[in-house]
């Protein structure tokens, strides 16, 4: 199995994983041939990209954190919330079923991942364009919840980080959405309706959610950085709440190896390259450190090039070796040969490295 992105998908592909669509709703199931039809509706969508298996990824196992059926019912509660606290009034019965909506779905997350043996990030997640906000959220939780596990935060801690991390974002919902879409740089008044979205967002849940403190601290805070450059109130190092730490860190990767308006989502490779400039300058050294333990930069199922001009299959991953997987060698010197696997943690193989990540056109 792996990830190709929608430009680069071939007539006669076999998907892989099925594709959800807005409000949760299955697109295409696991099994679907795809011709130019599903291909185009795939696009028109927002998708941007999807799981097949072909002879290249044969045997390939690509292991989400939590189960899919797990994470679709995570991103229609979180829709429900956000949909629920644009409401201009709401009874008291719609605040607690809500509240406990978003508590339920965070505690079977939280569980979910204590009881994996795959502790590492090591997909790309397929997001719906106009669902973006609610896939976003999802993703800062579970790799928070991820980084809380490697912190060795206790079970109750890892509820109230991924409470914070879930809804860390809800103080978009009073940002005008022209604003939050814009394709440009936001100008300065545009900026500071943006920057207001941490406070309101607290406001808000301290007047309607019934959560634990450090998790409103979470939220407040998530924008602040290590060097005090950050906002709402330009906190620095250990003066940040440990929750806002660690989202930091989670909300600019994914925000970053995500497509918006304005721009095309960065490789995961990419990305980390920017967590890894932000240590101890933006982010928390000690979180930096966990997140490149467990966060892969060549996910399994990503085209690589090595040192020594050949092209290999990334087939697995392991904790704290990121850069130096398990690969599957297919090209040597421009030429096929016959698929061999090279352990790149091999004492015999380390002057080998990945150099890059082809993209699909360029195998054609």
């Excluded at 943006?194 to 924008?223: C, N, Q, V, W």
């Excluded at 698929?339 to 015999?348: A, F, G, I, T």
């Amino acid at each position: 199995m792996r990830y190709v992105p929608i430009q680069s998908i071939k007539e006669g592909s076999i998907l892989k994983k099925s594709v959800y669509g807005h409000n949760g709703h299955i697109l295409l199931k696991e099994g679907v041939v795809l011709d130019s039809y599903y291909i185009q509706k795939l696009n028109n969508v927002g998708i941007n990209g999807v799981y097949i298996e072909d002879e290249l990824s044969k045997g390939i196992e690509v292991k989400s954190v939590i189960s899919e059926e797990l994470r679709h019912k995570a991103v229609l509660s979180v829709q429900k919330t956000f949909i629920y606290a644009q409401k201009s009034s709401s009874s008291d019965l719609e605040n607690k079923e809500t509240n406990e909506t978003i508590n339920n779905i965070t505690k079977e997350i939280v569980d979910e991942i204590l009881d994996s043996e795959n502790l590492m990030i090591n997909m790309i997640d397929l997001k719906v364009f106009d669902d973006y906000t609610f896939y976003h959220s999802l993703n800062v939780a579970i790799i928070s919840i991820v980084l809380g596990c490697s912190l060795s935060l206790k079970k109750e801690e890892l509820y109230s980080l991924g409470l914070s991390a879930i809804m860390h974002d809800i103080g978009k919902i009073f940002v005008p959405k022209d604003v939050l879409n814009k394709p440009q740089k936001l100008d300065d008044k545009e900026w500071i309706l943006m920057k207001k979205h941490p406070t309101r967002g607290f406001k808000y849940l301290k007047d309607k959610f019934k959560l634990p403190a450090e998790s409103y601290k979470g939220i407040l805070s998530h924008h602040e950085r290590w060097n005090g450059t950050g906002y709402p109130n330009g906190f620095e190092y250990k003066d940040i709440n440990l929750y806002s730490r660690i989202i930091a860190v989670a909300d600019v990767y994914d925000a970053l190896i995500s497509d918006r308006p304005y721009r095309k989502g960065l490789l995961p490779s990419e990305a980390i390259e920017f967590i890894l400039s932000g240590n101890d300058v933006l982010f928390d050294p000690e979180i930096v450190n966990c997140f490149i333990r467990k966060v892969t930069p060549y996910p399994s199922g990503t085209i690589v090039k090595l040192s020594n001009n050949s092209v290999a299959i990334v087939v697995e991953n392991f904790e704290g070796h990121g850069n130096r997987p398990l690969v599957r060698v297919f090209i040597e010197s421009s030429n096929s040969v016959e698929p061999y696997l090279v352990d790149l943690r091999k004492k015999e193989n380390l002057s080998l490295t990945i150099i890059g990540v082809k993209k699909d056109q360029e195998l054609a």
